[in-house]
């Protein structure tokens, strides 16, 4: 008994002497990863202010809802655009919202469904993005309706809509 007793002390001694197994570091820093391909845009992305998400998704919203003079409230002085079409323009922001009113006067109505939209921002750069993926429907004062999948990214500067590049397929229906 003496022996059994003496040989769970010592190795109950020689358990609780071993050093400890190091746990992983844990970091908020990313691991160094080399990427297969050289990207033009180049920067170190992180999650971005929430704020800019809003101020993007309310931006849609007066826009769905013909409002575009609310929305022309949310544009920067100047807003460069890369549409779907392949269309590039940079307007200052009264011309801006006067194509606005065009393009959304061609509609009775309009709906929009949101896929995911996130913040992000180039923190090399300093560039504040918004980057979203919805389904938007137009119902076109000629009867017509036209329905699309999009994705935009909308680039950001103090708290404002500074461009935007759109990507858009149309969904058959």
Same mark, same amino acid.
């Given at each position: =008994?003496?022996?059994?007793?003496?040989?769970?002390? /010592? /190795?109950?001694?020689?358990?609780?002497? $071993?050093?400890?197994?190091?746990?992983?570091?844990?970091?908020?820093?990313?691991?160094?990863?080399?990427?297969?391909?050289?990207?033009?845009?180049?920067?170190?992305?992180?999650?971005?202010?929430?704020?800019?998400?809003?101020?993007?998704?309310?931006?849609?919203?007066? =826009?769905?809802?013909? $409002?575009?003079?609310?929305?022309?409230? /949310?544009?920067?002085?100047?807003?460069?655009?890369?549409?779907?079409?392949?269309?590039? =323009?940079?307007?200052?922001?009264?011309?801006?919202?006067?194509?606005?009113?065009?393009?959304?006067?061609?509609?009775?109505?309009?709906?929009?469904?949101?896929?995911?939209?996130?913040?992000?921002?180039?923190?090399?750069?300093?560039?504040?993005?918004?980057? $979203?993926?919805?389904?938007?429907?137009?119902?076109?004062?000629?009867?017509?309706?036209?329905?699309?999948?999009?994705?935009?990214?909308?680039?950001?500067?103090?708290?404002?809509?500074?461009?935007?590049?759109?990507?858009?397929?149309?969904?058959?229906?």
């Amino acid at each position: =008994m003496k022996t059994t007793l003496a040989a769970l002390a /010592l /190795l109950g001694f020689v358990a609780c002497n $071993q050093p400890a197994t190091e746990k992983a570091a844990t970091s908020t820093e990313d691991a160094a990863v080399t990427l297969p391909a050289k990207i033009m845009y180049e920067g170190k992305a992180a999650i971005g202010n929430m704020a800019n998400l809003a101020t993007v998704m309310h931006w849609n919203k007066f =826009m769905i809802a013909g $409002q575009v003079d609310s929305a022309g409230t /949310l544009i920067a002085d100047t807003l460069t655009t890369t549409l779907g079409d392949g269309k590039s =323009m940079t307007l200052v922001h009264d011309s801006a919202i006067a194509m606005l009113k065009q393009w959304r006067g061609t509609m009775d109505s309009a709906n929009q469904v949101y896929g995911a939209a996130f913040p992000v921002d180039n923190t090399t750069k300093g560039d504040e993005w918004v980057l $979203q993926w919805t389904t938007e429907t137009y119902h076109l004062k000629t009867g017509k309706t036209e329905k699309y999948s999009l994705f935009e990214s909308y680039r950001m500067k103090d708290g404002k809509i500074r461009e935007i590049s759109q990507f858009a397929r149309p969904v058959v229906q």
